[in-house]
Each structure stands twice: as structure tokens, then as C-alpha cells.
């Protein structure tokens, strides 16, 4: 998969040279390329902001580097038009089911804003060019994209078939089956007076495999009643 994103901190995105995404860049299965925006800002101060139109609080970012930048990936991109993510409190909520779908695809292209948001005719031109979505990290508010990036690239590169080496490990998780995963123990069977379950101990696959559902249904019930159908 490639993946391009834009951005006026490229410094950020040097920790995806580690752990299994590093690797997973190493071995080719995914392909980055970070693009500083202010590289396509022409003046003198490389400005990549103006006060908004209408009046308000904050910063918006201009369109002319925005546009100069994904011009630059969009026009040397083969094959398929990429999707193009902008991080946004906006958008859509981020979910596994969304990580699944752009797991698969070819080419993605994340665009992160700063300040007050980027002018929206950055989105509606990106939009003309390729399949483009605002998205969201949840209900809460970040200084700019970046830290959203990452998680979706982190949450997408994972599910690439061969970036993690057990692909079993990746069924029974959170949300891969819509419930919260189940609780994990390992030895000593005793630690600080407290006893991991004598049921996973006991080798009745089936007994534990009934006891790690019911787990997930009580956890689930718990801290993420939304998650359960409607009774
Ligand atoms: Cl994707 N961006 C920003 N700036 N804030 C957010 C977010 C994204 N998701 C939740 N809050």
C-alpha cells in the first residue's frame, strides 16, 4: 500500500520508522511518503495561513499550498484514484470497520489540518479528483491532524495481510467481532494473592470458550452498552 500524507510537521511521522509498521515499510508492504505543506508555500515566510472570511476566532489553512500538494501526489499516482483522508472532529467516527475497508485499498493520501481547518474548497477540489473522507477520532478536540494519522495508519497498516507475522491474533480483538475483547492471563497461576480464573486452567476448551463470550457480552454491557443491539 502506499501512503502519502501532508502535513506541516513531517517530524511527526518519524516514529513510523519502528515497530511493526517500520518493518512493514522495510519489507515493502507499505510505501510512505511524507510531504512537508510548506514546501508548497512560495513566500518569503512560506505562509500556509490566513484569517477566516466572515470573521471568527483562529486560523484557517489557504488552499494554493494545499492544492500545489496534492496536485504533486494526485499526478504522479498510478493506477486507481486513491482515497484521500482528512482528519477532521467533523467527520465520520473512525472505526474497525472502517480500518477493514481501507486496509484493502491501494493508495491513501492524508491531508492534515491545523489551526481553525483547511479552506473547504481544498476538500470540494480534492473531492473532483478522488474519493475523499472527513474523519473523525471521536467526540473530543486535537490541535490537527497528525495524532489522528497516525492512529488510523497504525489501526489500517495492522490489518495489510503480512504487517502482523500471526494473523490469528488479529480475530479474537476488540471490536473484531463487534464486542469488546475478552480479559488475558498468563503464569504465575497465583500472583499477589489474586488467582487467574480456575476455568482457564481447567483445558475444557469448550467451558472456556463459553466463559471468554460471556466476558465479552458483561464488558461490553458494561462500558460500551452502544455497541449492543438494540434490545
Ligand atoms: Cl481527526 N482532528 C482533530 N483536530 N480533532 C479531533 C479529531 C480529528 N478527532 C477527534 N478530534
Known amino acids: 500500500m502506499r501512503i502519502d ?15 511493526l509498521l517500520g518493518k512493514a515499510r522495510q519489507t515493502g508492504l507499505i510505501d510512505l ?36 500538494a496534492l496536485d504533486g501526489i494526485l499526478d504522479g499516482a498510478a493506477g486507481a ?4 483522508l482528512f482528519p477532521s472532529p467533523a467527520g465520520e467516527v473512525f472505526t474497525q470497520a472502517m480500518a477493514q475497508e481501507l ?12 489551526y481553525e481547518g483547511i479552506d473547504q474548497r481544498v476538500v470540494d477540489y480534492a473531492a473532483t479528483r478522488a ?23 497504525e489501526a489500517i497498516g495492522r490489518l495489510i495481510p503480512g504487517v502482523v507475522g500471526n494473523p ?8 473484531s467481532d463487534g464486542l469488546l475483547e475478552y480479559p488475558s492471563y498468563t503464569k504465575p497461576a497465583e500472583w499477589r494473592g489474586l488467582a487467574v480464573p480456575p476455568v482457564l486452567l481447567s483445558g475444557n476448551h469448550g467451558a472456556i470458550a463459553t466463559w471468554r463470550h460471556e466476558q465479552q457480552l458483561e ?6 452498552p452502544d455497541l449492543l443491539p438494540p434490545l
Open 168 to 175: 490469528a491474533s488479529l480475530v479474537e480483538e476488540s471490536h
Open 103 to 114: 486496509s484493502a485499498e491501494q493508495h491513501l493520501v492524508f491531508g492534515c489540518g491545523r
Open 33 to 68: 511518503g511524507v510531504h512537508d505543506l510548506r514546501d508548497s508555500a512560495h513566500d518569503r515566510h512560506r505562509t500556509v495561513d490566513d484569517t477566516p472570511y466572515g470573521g471568527g476566532a483562529g486560523m484557517v489553512m489557504k488552499p494554493e499550498p494545499w492544492g500545489e
Open 131 to 153: 474519493r475523499v473522507r472527513l474523519v473523525s477520532m471521536g467526540d473530543y478536540v486535537l490541535n490537527g491532524g497528525e495524532v489522528a494519522t497516525m492512529a488510523m495508519i
Open 81 to 84: 484514484a486513491p482515497v484521500i
Open 5 to 19: 500524507i501532508v502535513t506541516i510537521f513531517p517530524e511527526f511521522f518519524s516514529v513510523l520508522d519502528v515497530s
Open 219 to 224: 464488558r461490553t454491557r458494561r462500558v460500551r
